[in-house]
Antibody, heavy 126, light 107 residues
């Protein structure tokens, strides 16, 4: 059974830093891309960042580029999100998610998310 | 960046009704489109990927169609457990963008 357990969320002051972790089990972690998706209070889902299986590529939403860093440790089956220069608008539940995969005419396709962790709440406030 | 626009933003229908949600991409994305269901207090669940492929375990009353810029999610017979917000998501390229969501309620 796929399990994704996110942790590290807390109350932090504007300008502060936080590191989220996501412990994965039940699948071959090193074989799949992973991502962070967030939901601010009363808002919809927002894709934040994504990392390939071997960390060869990373992508970021414009809203977090230069402030957040995604990484993974395949030896520990863990995904991370380092968040710096936090703003009030970063307040949200942060979900870690596993990349789904299939093959089509373009080859290996990913970028959608077939399993999601329970989320960890980040509150940025003074 | 590719913008995803869903309509309607909310709908109310009776149990057993057929409902359709539309998602439009600001540029062509072939069939690289996923749909998710998000119930209050729960984690999002993948329903459909590649515009029309049902994810494992998803009831057959859910279906998806479309290609290019216009996509639809259909629930053939609405059930009480389908009350949720539904999101489309583009994965043709990064950034992966979600639609703003469609909230489905029972009349």
């Amino acid at each position: 059974e796929v399990q994704l357990v996110a942790s590290g969320g807390s109350l932090v002051q504007p300008g502060g830093s936080l590191r989220l972790s996501c412990a994965a089990s039940g699948f071959t972690f090193r074989s799949y891309a992973m991502a962070w998706v967030r939901q601010a209070p009363g808002k919809g889902l927002e894709w934040v960042s994504e990392i390939s299986s071997s960390s060869g590529y990373t992508y970021y939403a414009d809203s977090v580029k230069g402030r957040f860093t995604i990484s993974r440790d395949n030896s520990k089956n863990t995904l991370y999100l380092e968040m710096n220069s936090l703003r009030a608008e970063d307040t949200a539940v942060y979900y870690c998610s596993k990349g789904g995969v299939y093959y089509d005419t373009r080859g290996y396709m990913s970028g959608f998310f077939d399993f999601w962790g329970q989320g960890t709440l980040v509150t940025v406030s003074s | 960046d590719i913008q995803m626009t869903q309509s309607p933003s909310s709908l109310s229908a009776s149990v057993g009704d057929r409902i359709t949600i539309t998602c439009r991409a600001s540029q062509g994305i072939s069939n690289y489109l996923a749909w998710y269901q998000h119930k209050p207090g729960k984690v999002p669940n993948l329903l459909i990927y590649a515009a029309s492929t049902l994810h494992s375990g998803v009831p057959s009353r859910f279906s998806g169609s479309g290609s290019g810029t216009d996509f639809t999610l259909t629930i053939s017979s609405l059930q009480p457990e389908d009350v949720a917000t539904y999101y489309c998501q583009n994965y043709d390229s990064a950034p992966r963008t979600f639609g703003q969501g469609t909230k489905v309620e029972i009349k």
